[in-house]
């Protein structure tokens, strides 16, 4: 387990040009095209005019985000990949370094696999195992024609997804923090065998470090970290990726997102503070049309989140942890302190203070995304009660957010 630098060292910056320097040497170093089917060890650089051909000319969509595009194409070996095209906006900038350098050499059964990528003048690409199944979040909230998954199919998927995390972590010569793990993310092949994808906002640092310093908070509403938005509930580090772990494995435990204001029951709005509460109280969290041993495995599943989710990062485990939590008896877990911070124990929001805004990766860059605090007031009790979307027509009016 790393353990926590103390106040007064030295903070390490990811931006150093050092490790910049690494990074671009690595991709510089990667050969061009070979022999692909017998390369396992590095990604392969492929011509724009192959990528092009593989992907028959981009016929194929398979997604479309604000990364830009992904396509389904085949090498020349028949094996299916699929091609993620950098929008412009992406492809000169430090996503598609991020990408190369940190999956670049990674070979775990629970990461993605990058199989090559291309830079050509303006174009930039990044080949992946194609995965067949899809990402989880079609099968967590539940959609017309998707196969649902049963209770221990979904948590062999976490276990897995927990031990990519963990490889991430401690795995690799360097550590990789991912800051977007989320159900999107999470890619399945033919056999539900969980990947964690999309680097875009990793970060590399080395292992001996345990805090790092980033000049604004990244990830997606929902499971970013606290810590990313309040400086003084403890330094950022790896137990980022673990609290959005924990937030991602309760909604794989719920079948549902956490924060759901359309549930009839208001107690069960926020499905963490929910369940804290039945747990706490002694009683079960039933599920419909679940067997006795799928109840329990569900229960697992809800305790080692909690735990991921506390408020403090010093109070989270490590994803190693977390991995022999999930692998061990439910007996043998003990029930997490409250993971949310009572009001008077959370930092003050100063109006216009740049520590109390943030940006996300799925907010675009016209959106603001500010915490709902009056001037002289705590903020209230869960985290993402605090978070609202300002658009662009509402920051034109004037609106502060006072009148929620």
């Not at 979904?154 to 989320?182: N, P, S, T, W």
């Not at 999107?184 to 805090?211: M, Y």
């Not at 950022?236 to 909604?251: N, R, T």
């Not at 007031?377 to 979307?389: F, G, M, S, V, W």
């Amino acid at each position: 387990m790393v353990t926590f630098v103390p106040e007064d060292l030295t903070v390490h910056t990811l931006h150093t040009p050092d490790i910049r320097q690494k990074i671009l040497q690595f991709i510089r170093s990667i050969p061009g095209q070979v022999a692909e089917e017998n390369n396992k060890l590095v990604p392969v650089r492929y011509s724009y005019s192959s990528i092009k051909k593989m992907a028959k000319g981009f016929k194929e969509k398979l997604g479309e985000g604000g990364y830009g595009s992904v396509y389904k194409a085949k090498l020349r070996s028949g094996r299916l990949v699929a091609i993620k095209m950098l929008g412009k906006s992406k492809a000169n900038g430090q996503d598609f370094i991020n990408e190369v350098a940190t999956i670049g050499r990674i070979h775990h059964v629970n990461v993605v696999r990058l199989i090559g990528f291309c830079v050509e003048g303006s174009k930039r690409a990044l080949v992946y195992d194609f995965m067949p199944n899809g990402s989880l979040d079609k099968y967590l909230f539940s959609q017309q024609g998707v196969v649902s998954l049963n209770c221990e199919k979904m948590f062999e998927i976490a276990l897995g997804v927990a031990r990519g995390i963990e490889y991430l972590h401690r795995g690799c010569d360097m550590q990789i923090l991912h800051f977007d793990i989320k159900p999107h993310n999470i890619l399945l092949d033919e056999n539900f065998l969980p990947k964690v994808s999309d680097f875009g906002l990793a970060r590399l640092c080395p292992l001996d470090n345990s805090i790092v310093s980033l000049t604004a908070a990244r990830g997606t509403i929902g499971y970013i970290a606290p810590e990313l938005f309040y400086k003084n509930i403890g330094g950022i580090s790896y137990k980022a990726d673990v609290y959005s772990f924990g937030m991602l494995l309760m909604e794989m435990a719920g079948r549902r997102k956490n924060l759901n204001a359309t549930i009839e029951k208001s107690s069960q709005i926020y499905f963490p503070t929910w369940v804290f509460d039945q747990l706490s109280d002694g009683k079960d969290i039933k599920v419909e049309d679940a067997t006795e041993e799928e109840e329990k495995i569900i229960k697992k599943m809800i305790i080692v989140a909690l735990w991921c989710i506390q408020m403090k990062p010093s109070v989270r485990p490590s994803m190693n942890k977390a991995v022999e939590m999930l692998e061990g008896e439910i007996e043998s877990l003990e029930m997490p302190p409250k993971p949310f911070l009572y009001p008077q124990q959370l930092p003050e929001v100063v109006p216009g203070d740049n520590s109390s805004t943030t940006s996300a990766s799925t907010v675009t860059n016209s959106t603001e995304i500010v915490l709902i605090a009056d001037a002289n007031q705590t903020i209230l009790e869960d985290p993402y009660k605090l978070i609202a979307i300002r658009f662009p027509q509402d920051i034109a009016n004037g609106a502060a957010g006072q009148n929620h």
